[in-house]
């Protein structure tokens, strides 16, 4: 089985979120798939991580379009924008990478919530609360990136229609794909499990994880197909088709505070064929319309 599991840290974190898991199934919850987190080099290092730590999604956990939620009694949400790989079949532990690519049947983008309410430090204690999984927004998948491949595809994230940096190679902070797919099934076979058909994984945040602060609007992000012009020699993505998320992010004012805090988030995909180019005023002016009714 996997060798991170020689860990102790991730050995007793793991028992004791698979015990957590065991009573949310009791109380009729289902999972539909997994989560990666402490993934980024620089995290791995500090930790002394050999690969990323494993947990879990729940149905429950799942929003769709349109949806609110409420981050009453949260401590610190944050927003991460991640790659959800979709899964075809069974996949066992050591599988090939030929085996993990055949397994992938689809790629699109994810927005994940997490509520980090304890040292990233304690991996034992970030562990057993299943890595400060809340909630899951899942975008359009895109069959035709079965095997997980990336090349032609970059990210697009705004916060608060601010641009936040995105690595051109999606795998810099996350890792290779399809090693996180592998390492989600070793480490589900040595709980007992499987990765199994018709579950996705989303594979780790993209850029360093977003706090939600007071003066926001929205968390943008979308996968870009970025479409080369042969006349001019270069890629553009001008032309480029998109699947994408929202969160908008609404605000009160508490009667005994003299500052807004969030209440909620409204979570809206964003059409499939728009440009990944800048929108236009007329489009911008409705989103921001749409914002200050929440406001």
């Known amino acids: 089985m996997s060798h991170v599991l020689d860990d102790p840290r991730i050995a007793k974190g793991m028992r004791a979120q698979m ?3 065991r ?3 009791n109380e009729g919850a289902h999972q539909v798939g997994w989560k990666v987190g402490l993934g980024a080099p620089a995290m791995q290092q500090k930790l002394k ?3 990323p730590i494993v947990g879990f ?3 429950r956990a799942m929003l769709p379009s349109g949806a609110e939620v409420s981050l009453y009694g949260w401590q610190k949400p944050a927003a991460e924008a991640e790659i959800a790989a979709y899964i075809g079949h069974d996949l066992p532990a050591h599988a090939s990478r030929d085996e993990v690519r055949r397994a992938v049947v689809a790629i699109g983008p994810a927005i994940e919530l997490a509520d980090v309410d304890s040292p990233m430090e304690d991996v034992e204690g970030v ?3 299943d890595i400060f999984q809340r909630h899951v927004i899942l975008g359009q998948r895109d069959i035709m990136r079965q095997g997980a491949r990336l090349a032609g595809l970059k990210g697009r994230l705004t916060r608060s229609g601010q641009d936040v940096p995105v690595p051109a190679d999606l795998e810099t902070n996350i890792g290779d794909v399809l090693n996180i797919v592998r390492h989600v099934a070793d480490v589900a076979a040595a709980m007992g499990d499987r990765l199994r058909t018709g579950q996705f994984i989303i594979c780790g945040s993209l850029t360093p994880p977003m706090v939600l602060e007071q003066s ?3 968390i943008e992000f979308a996968l870009c197909h970025i479409i080369r012009d042969a006349a001019l020699g270069h ?3 001008k032309d480029a088709t998109e699947s994408g998320l929202e969160i908008l992010l609404g605000r009160h004012r508490r009667k005994s505070a003299t500052s807004a805090h969030y209440t909620g988030l409204i979570i809206r995909q964003l059409a499939h064929h728009s440009s990944c180019s800048s929108v236009s005023k007329t489009q911008r002016a409705r989103e921001l319309t749409t914002k200050s009714l929440l406001q």
Do not use: I, Q, Y
């Open 235 to 237: 890629s553009s993505n």
């Open 23 to 25: 009573r949310r199934f």
């Open 49 to 51: 991580l050999t690969a």
């Open 57 to 59: 999604v729940l149905d």
């Open 19 to 21: 015990e957590l898991r």
């Open 216 to 218: 926001e609007s929205s």
């Open 127 to 129: 562990l057993s609360g």
